[in-house]
Each structure stands twice: as structure tokens, then as C-alpha cells.
């Protein structure tokens, strides 16, 4: 809004210049404003496309290390199960061993 605000002021006051020099000085002023105007948004634009890529790619690899995890929890939780189904045989085949033994005696 300011650049527009400002370009607008510049271009009346070329307007009501009451020569041609002054109102070629004061168009080449405004344009001089304006173009420095779109340098400043221009630069403005390159960095904040650079910030975006750079949070793209931070997502993307937080993406990544979060699907990691889960592979890892889900390997994990089964390895877990596999091993509380061995200990659950296990305890029983102590049980069983332990109730022929006393049958014995």
C-alpha cells in the first residue's frame, strides 16, 4: 500500500510540475522510487521462496525420521510379542515339568 501510496504522490506531483523539466524530474523520480521499490520486493520474494524450500525440506525429513519411528516402534512391538509368547511357553513347560516331578514323589 505504501509503494502505491507514494508512486501516486509522485506521479501528481509530475502532473502539477509547471514545466516540462520539472515534470520529467519528477517522473524520473517516481520511477527511480518505484524501482527500488520492486528491487526491495523482489529480494523480499527470493528470501522468503528460500525459507520456504528450506521449511519444506526440514518437513520432509521430519516426515521421514517420524516414519522411522514408527517402522521402529511396529519392529519393536513385534519382536516384544514374540518374546511374551516364548516366555508364556516357556512358563508353561516349567509348570508342566515342575507338576511331574511332583507326581513322582
Given at each position: 500500500?505504501?509503494?502505491?501510496?507514494?508512486?501516486?504522490?509522485?506521479?501528481?506531483?509530475?502532473?502539477?510540475a509547471?514545466?516540462?523539466?520539472?515534470?520529467l524530474?519528477?517522473?524520473?523520480?517516481?520511477?527511480?522510487?518505484?524501482?527500488?521499490?520492486?528491487?526491495?520486493a523482489?529480494?523480499?520474494?527470493?528470501?522468503?521462496?528460500?525459507?520456504?524450500?528450506?521449511?519444506?525440506?526440514?518437513?520432509?525429513?521430519?516426515?521421514a525420521?517420524a516414519?522411522?519411528s514408527?517402522?521402529?516402534?511396529?519392529?519393536?512391538?513385534?519382536?516384544?510379542?514374540?518374546?511374551?509368547?516364548a516366555?508364556d511357553?516357556?512358563?508353561?513347560?516349567?509348570?508342566?515339568?515342575?507338576k511331574?516331578?511332583?507326581?513322582?514323589?
Amino acid at each position: 500500500m505504501k509503494v502505491l501510496a507514494l508512486g501516486v504522490l509522485l506521479l501528481s506531483m509530475a502532473a502539477s510540475a509547471q514545466t516540462i523539466d520539472e515534470q520529467l524530474l519528477a517522473a524520473q523520480m517516481a520511477y527511480q522510487q518505484g524501482d527500488a521499490q520492486l528491487s526491495q520486493a523482489n529480494e523480499r520474494l527470493r528470501q522468503a521462496q528460500d525459507a520456504k524450500k528450506q521449511a519444506d525440506a526440514r518437513l520432509a525429513d521430519a516426515q521421514a525420521a517420524a516414519q522411522r519411528s514408527n517402522d521402529e516402534l511396529a519392529a519393536a512391538q513385534s519382536v516384544q510379542d514374540a518374546a511374551r509368547k516364548a516366555m508364556d511357553q516357556l512358563s508353561t513347560a516349567l509348570s508342566d515339568a515342575w507338576k511331574r516331578k511332583d507326581a513322582t514323589q
